[in-house]
């Protein structure tokens, strides 16, 4: 261990003994960003980018397990990435299966996929599938692997199940849009039952959503970081905690 390590992890210790996880949020969302640029800046292909990153998954989710985080929103594929050329479309979609696979067969989360299966190939709609069933009953975090994923086409989604929803009890229209408010469209998101974020962290020092749950992330947090994603430290992690603890949160009071 070199004297930049050794600094590094008495550094993350002190941050972590100052947590209060009393003021943890038990919802975060992650933008995975800055794959590519971390590549290309470190001299290494695309697709060894993507790996980097699916490798980072697991760290983070060991370290909201140590800091009792109870639900975790990966944005692993948008709707968007699907049109990115077929020579770096196939193997990032090849990667992020491998890794849903093993989210799955680690046991100890429960994964979840939001996102519209029918825009993704067969074999991807196969793995987030069979993800989902076999950690059905597991404990620990639920994970959300948000591939396929864009906020508008959930909120057309859920508006687009609510309607046929209606028409399968008979409702007429005109019945719909007098009892439709913000619980009955809430019902038909893709994380129907969950907390909504109480924290987004995007790497890579892009300060936007790009259509991150649009409709969950009305009252959440949010937290810019300058590292790419490959390069996310636990420390960075920490930061992001600490950051939103030192928040006080009105939710428009």
């Not at 993507?50 to 697991?58: N, S, V």
């Not at 709707?79 to 680690?106: F, H, K, Q, S, Y």
């Not at 409709?215 to 300058?226: I, L, R, V």
Request: one cysteine or more.
């Amino acid at each position: 261990m070199n004297l930049r390590d050794l600094v590094y992890g008495l550094y993350a210790r002190r941050v972590e003994n100052r947590l209060d996880h009393a003021q943890v949020p038990k919802h975060i969302g992650v933008i995975l960003d800055g794959n590519r640029r971390w590549a290309r800046a470190d001299g290494r292909t695309t697709e060894q980018g993507h790996q980097a990153g699916a490798e980072k998954i697991k760290e983070l989710l060991g370290w909201c397990a140590e800091t009792d985080v109870e639900v975790v929103t990966l944005w692993l594929l948008s709707t968007d990435n699907l049109d990115r050329p077929e020579n770096e479309l196939r193997p990032l979609l090849g990667i992020i299966e491998n890794t849903v696979r093993g989210l799955a067969e680690d046991g100890r989360w429960r994964v979840h996929h939001v996102g519209t299966l029918d825009l993704l190939p067969d074999r991807t709609q196969t793995v987030l599938k069979e993800a989902e069933q076999t950690t059905y009953d597991k404990g620990g975090i639920l994970v959300n692997v948000a591939v396929g994923y864009g906020g508008r086409q959930e909120i057309a989604d859920a508006v687009r199940s609510l309607i046929l929803e209606a028409a399968e009890r008979g409702s007429s229209f005109e019945e719909l849009a007098e009892i439709v408010d913000v619980e009955h469209i809430s019902k038909h998101l893709y994380t129907r039952g969950q907390p909504d974020p109480d924290l987004v962290i995007r790497t890579s020092g892009e300060q936007r959503l790009s259509g991150f749950m649009l409709w969950q992330s009305a009252h959440s947090e949010y937290y810019f970081c300058e590292v790419f994603w490959p390069a996310f430290r636990k420390v960075d992690f920490l930061r992001a905690l600490r950051d939103y603890a030192a928040r006080h949160r009105r939710y428009g009071g």
